[in-house]
């Protein structure tokens, strides 16, 4: 196994305010990796990091490659898709523009593309002319999730997918992350304070306090871990 994602002593922040201080964390080819913590523990900057949305200093490699000091924009056709907080979909465009929307760095054929994500997320098909907009939460978070796989990312970043979500749906979303890993190998990184559902669909997990990584290892490991669920399982 490769690794994907290798962040050795990052530190990002906003302005002069320092958020995350030297951390060190590494995503492997085919993992699902989850990033937990509380409220303001630096989940969403340690993301944006990555994207380099934000200034940073450290060392961020994307299979080997360096993206730190590049754009957002040449980190995206390195092989990077951002799902952020709050889905971001383009409210007055059709499910479907949105789709095509998300493969603007290919050259190829979309369409079959197009079809995959209406079988795996079938409400999408049945909206396809439908503005995003108008879709339910659970259904404009499908429509993220599949607008940025329509790039065929090497790496996929979700900030904290169950945000504002029934339960239900979270379950059937995080069900079909999983799925999505195992059918098309797709690399992830999710940040989430969900962290039961989390757990279930990572092969390894990471904990991060006040801008630094408290506690690392296999997500059954974190399970046994009592100080981890005591704070975070919530048992």
């Known amino acids: 196994m490769s690794r994907m994602l290798d962040v050795r002593g990052l530190h990002a922040g906003y302005g002069q305010s320092e958020v995350i201080h030297g951390v060190d964390f590494a995503v492997e080819e085919g993992e699902v990796v989850v990033i937990l913590g509380a409220n303001g523990a630096g989940k969403t900057t ?3 990091a990555i994207c380099q949305m934000i200034s940073t200093t450290g060392t961020i490699e994307l ?3 360096s993206v730190v000091g590049k754009s957002t924009t040449e980190v995206v056709r390195l092989g990077v898709a951002h799902v952020p907080q709050g889905r971001g979909t383009l409210a007055d465009l059709s499910v479907e523009d949105n789709l095509r929307v998300g493969a603007y760095v290919r050259k190829d054929d979309i369409n079959s593309d197009i079809q995959k994500f209406y079988e795996v997320f079938p409400r999408l098909g ?6 995003a907009g108008s879709l339910s939460g659970g259904e404009q978070q499908m429509l993220a999730v599949s607008r940025a796989l329509m790039g065929r990312p090497k790496l ?4 904290e997918p169950s945000l504002g979500l029934a339960p239900l749906i979270v379950q059937d979303l995080f069900r079909r992350f999983g799925d ?3 059918d098309e190998g797709v690399t992830m990184l999710v940040v989430e304070q969900n962290a039961n559902l989390a757990l279930d669909i990572a092969d390894r997990a990471y904990v991060l306090e006040a801008g630094e990584i408290a506690v690392s290892g296999t997500a059954d490991e974190l399970r046994d871990d ?6 975070y399982l919530g048992y």
């Open 63 to 65: 299979a080997g490659q």
């Open 180 to 182: 999505i890993n195992r």
């Open 126 to 131: 049945e909206r396809r002319h439908q503005l």
């Open 226 to 231: 009592d100080a981890v669920r005591k704070a």
């Open 46 to 48: 340690t993301l944006r």
């Open 156 to 159: 996929l970043l979700l900030d």
